[in-house]
Nanobody, 118 residues
Framework: QEQLVESGGGLVQAGGSLRLSCAAS????????MGWYRQAPGKQRELVAV??????NYADSVKGRFTISRDNAKNTVYLQMNSLKPEDTAVYYC?????????????WGRGTQVTVSS
């Protein structure tokens, strides 16, 4: 059974930076895509950034401030967050679209809290 483990959340002042990491473990044949989503209190979960097949996509609200990257050898995805704003406060979830011995699977991490103070 695969799992995703996130790390790197915390409390930061507006204008600061954080780097999130998410490592996928288990019997993984290949990873189609990995990405980050976030959910603020009272709001729906939304896509932040995704890395798939060498391409990346970002939510308009984070373009120019956040950068997603992957280390395929480590099955790990990172999210570098710069110029953080209070509206970036949310629980950030890692997501992976991968192939294991049973076929295509989608996994979520448990989430890591990011709080940006004004």
């Amino acid at each position: 059974q695969e799992q995703l483990v996130e790390s790197g959340g915390g409390l930061v002042q507006a204008g600061g930076s954080l780097r999130l990491s998410c490592a996928a473990s288990g019997t993984i044949f290949s990873i189609n895509a990995m990405g980050w989503y976030r959910q603020a209190p009272g709001k729906q979960r939304e896509l932040v950034a995704v890395s798939s097949g060498g391409s990346t996509n970002y939510a308009d609200s984070v373009k120019g401030r956040f950068t997603i990257s992957r280390d395929n050898a480590k099955n790990t995805v990172y999210l570098q967050m710069n110029s953080l704003k209070p509206e970036d406060t949310a629980v950030y979830y890692c997501n992976a679209d991968l192939q294991d011995y049973q076929g295509r699977k989608f996994y979520w991490g448990r989430g890591t809290q990011v709080t940006v103070s004004s």
